[in-house]
T-cell receptor, first 115, second 108 residues
Framework: EAQVTQNPRYLITVTGKKLTVTCSQNMNHEYMSWYRQDPGLGLRQIYYSMNVEVTDKGDVPEGYKVSRKEKRNFPLILESPSPNQTSLYFC??????????????FGPGTRLTVT | KNEVEQSPQNLTAQEGEFITINCSYSVGISALHWLQQHPGGGIVSLFMLSSGKKKHGRLIATINIQEKHSSLHITASHPRDSAVYICAVWRLGYQLIWGAGTKLIIKP
């Protein structure tokens, strides 16, 4: 079954404790992306990756890191989480063709609370 | 001003009504995406458009590139259509910019 998986689904942590949210897709997609969703602000892009070893900042990259060492995985790293990073996070992937990506497939979301 | 504006923000209708959700954007785009977010949080892609019109079941999406406007229509609406509908545009350069979403409630 084609899918994007994220782990963990729920996480409560404390300020400053490094954490990683994993994202994996089994569709051999080139494009992967991380978003955060906050009430009243909608979804905002954190980072995206066009292919292995190619990553770019989205609209809200501060406080986050990513890596793309393998095509299927795109982990999101919070080196020193702060309460303003409490949010719902989505990973997504898609095929790339021409000058844009095709429809995105989304993971189930990770609800992160930083106290 | 947001680069992607959706209207209305909230919409409540009776079962069977014809629904229209609008999306306007102010940037150059390569394509526009309509998505649906279920009450449980999951996001599903509905349509990807770069011109014209697409139809899938009771859902129809149109886009007018010159006017920078897109509409999502639902015919014969049903309570299971209740969700948040989100418009997002692929800005030239592989960034996806999201609208704030339209919360739709269909009452039986």
């Amino acid at each position: 079954e084609a899918q994007v998986t994220q782990n963990p689904r729920y996480l409560i942590t404390v300020t400053g404790k490094k954490l990683t949210v994993t994202c994996s897709q089994n569709m051999n997609h080139e494009y992967m992306s991380w978003y955060r969703q906050d009430p009243g602000l909608g979804l905002r892009q954190i980072y995206y990756s066009m292919n292995v070893e190619v990553t770019d900042k989205g609209d809200v990259p501060e406080g986050y890191k990513v890596s793309r060492k393998e095509k299927r995985n795109f982990p999101l790293i919070l080196e020193s989480p702060s309460p303003n990073q409490t949010s719902l996070y989505f990973c997504a992937s898609s095929v790339v063709a021409g000058d844009f990506s095709y429809e995105q497939y989304f993971g189930p979301g990770t609800r992160l609370t930083v106290t | 001003k947001n680069e992607v504006e959706q209207s209305p923000q909230n919409l409540t209708a009776q079962e069977g009504e014809f629904i229209t959700i609008n999306c306007s954007y102010s940037v150059g785009i390569s394509a526009l995406h309509w998505l649906q977010q279920h009450p449980g949080g999951g996001i599903v892609s509905l349509f990807m458009l770069s011109s014209g019109k697409k139809k899938h079941g009771r859902l129809i999406a149109t886009i007018n590139i010159q006017e920078k406007h897109s509409s999502l229509h639902i015919t014969a609406s049903h309570p299971r259509d209740s969700a948040v509908y989100i418009c997002a545009v692929w800005r030239l350069g592989y960034q996806l910019i999201w609208g704030a979403g339209t919360k739709l409630i269909i009452k039986p």
